[in-house]
Each structure stands twice: as structure tokens, then as C-alpha cells.
T-cell receptor, first 115, second 114 residues
Framework: DAGVTQSPTHLIKTRGQQVTLRCSPK?????VSWYQQALGQGPQFIFQ???????QRGNFPDRFSGHQFPNYSSELNVNALLLGDSALYLC??????????????FGPGTRLLVL | AQSVTQPDIHITVSEGASLELRCNYS??????LFWYVQSPGQGLQLLLK??????LVQGIKGFEAEFKRSQSSFNLRKPSVHWSDAAEYFC????????????FGAGTRLFVKA
């Protein structure tokens, strides 16, 4: 049973560039959430996708956007990168909202460094 | 305001010794409470969760946590630590088991010495 996978594992970009991170959910899951984990901090919720739509969003600017594909995989896009966007970006998948157990399963993350 | 506080940035314990990681929370409603572990290069793994029922919750890898409503605490314990337990531990609180509005603490780094 494949768990949550993310690509790439590491990425280096410069300020102002754009980046796309990818996530494949755990088998059987159709809900994907994205988190930003800055160094020395706990994860912060960015947004959640279900049925190819953004369903919930945390306190992140519009530079952060996403997409979910029919196979439930997801992308996180960040435009106009800032130095402060350097972080570990985690993807988590779960059964849909309203399911008895929405426990999230996390991927290993993508480490983004913005220079 | 809703928040999670993990007072210890890092803790060092000897292999075989007992462990307690502290977590205090502030939350308006009855919360779901979680403990996650993060090893280097890996994502978060759920150790245990609590919503209701017995206030002593058993998790994976021999961990347990006790919910104390009067103290707004949800401390994680393990009777005997193994070197492989060295990792970062995160306490989290939320309105359900899903992601939205789940608030994570800043984490406690556990070091295990031989």
C-alpha cells in the first residue's frame, strides 16, 4: 500500500520565481491538504482540496494556489517567491470531510530553499 | 485565542529511561488532540489521538498520552525510550481529525543518549 508521495524532495529557487510541488495521496484517499513548516516551527495549514476544488484555506496569500487532478493527485504552486517562503512543504491525504475518521497521512515533504 | 504550547524545545534522555513530553493547549470547544512524530527526512506520523472516552490513550510504538481537562494538558509518555525514538514530536489540537484549523505546537526535539 503506497503512502503519500511528494516530488521533488528538494528544490532551490530565487526570489521572484515560481515553483510547483506535487503530491500523490495514499491509496483510497481523495482529500489532499498542504502545509508549510518553517524551520523550528510546527506545520501551518495552507489549503485543502477535495473533488478538484479548494474547500478550505488557511491564512496564506493568493500567491499560494493549488490544483487537484481527477486521480486525486495535487499540485501546490507558489508565485513571486519570497525568502520567507523557504520551508518544508508537507502534503497530507485523508478520507473526505464528514467521514468518521479523517485522520491525515503525511508525505515526506519537499524542502524549498529560496535564495 | 487558540494555541498549543510545547514548553520544552529539546529534551535529552538516556536510553531505557522514561520520557514525558509536555503539551498545553488553549481551545474554545472540546478539541481533538494529537501527537505526531517527525524523523529527519520524513513526514509526520500520527502517534495517537484523543477526543473523548478514557483520558489515557494508547498509541503506536509504545507511546501513551493523558488528557487532563483541568490543566488543559495532553502530555506524551513512554516508559522506556529507545535510541530510535530520537526525533521531533509535535502536539496538535483541532476541531476534528482533518486538517483545517488544526494547530500545531512548535515541537520538542528528543535526543537519546546511550
Amino acid at each position: 500500500d503506497a503512502g503519500v508521495t511528494q516530488s521533488p524532495t528538494h528544490l532551490i529557487k530565487t526570489r521572484g520565481q515560481q515553483v510547483t510541488l506535487r503530491c500523490s495521496p495514499k491509496s483510497g484517499h481523495d482529500t489532499v491538504s498542504w502545509y508549510q513548516q518553517a524551520l523550528g516551527q510546527g506545520p501551518q495549514f495552507i489549503f485543502q482540496y477535495y473533488e478538484e476544488e479548494e474547500r478550505q484555506r488557511g491564512n496564506f496569500p493568493d500567491r499560494f494556489s493549488g490544483h487537484q487532478f481527477p486521480n486525486y493527485s495535487s499540485e501546490l504552486n507558489v508565485n513571486a517567491l519570497l525568502l520567507g517562503d523557504s520551508a518544508l512543504y508537507l502534503c497530507a491525504s485523508s478520507l473526505p470531510h464528514g467521514t468518521v475518521d479523517e485522520t491525515q497521512y503525511f508525505g515526506p515533504g519537499t524542502r524549498l530553499l529560496v535564495l | 485565542a487558540q494555541s498549543v504550547t510545547q514548553p520544552d524545545i529539546h529534551i535529552t534522555v538516556s536510553e531505557g529511561a522514561s520520557l514525558e513530553l509536555r503539551c498545553n493547549y488553549s481551545y474554545g470547544a472540546t478539541p481533538y488532540l494529537f501527537w505526531y512524530v517527525q524523523s529527519p527526512g520524513q513526514g509526520l506520523q500520527l502517534l495517537l489521538k484523543y477526543f473523548s472516552g478514557d483520558t489515557l490513550v494508547q498509541g503506536i510504538k509504545g507511546f501513551e498520552a493523558e488528557f487532563k481537562r483541568s490543566q488543559s494538558s495532553f502530555n506524551l509518555r513512554k516508559p522506556s525510550v529507545h535510541w530510535s525514538d530520537a526525533a521531533e514530536y509535535f502536539c496538535a489540537v483541532g476541531p476534528n481529525t482533518g486538517g483545517f484549523k488544526t494547530i500545531f505546537g512548535a515541537g520538542t526535539r528528543l535526543f537519546v543518549k546511550a
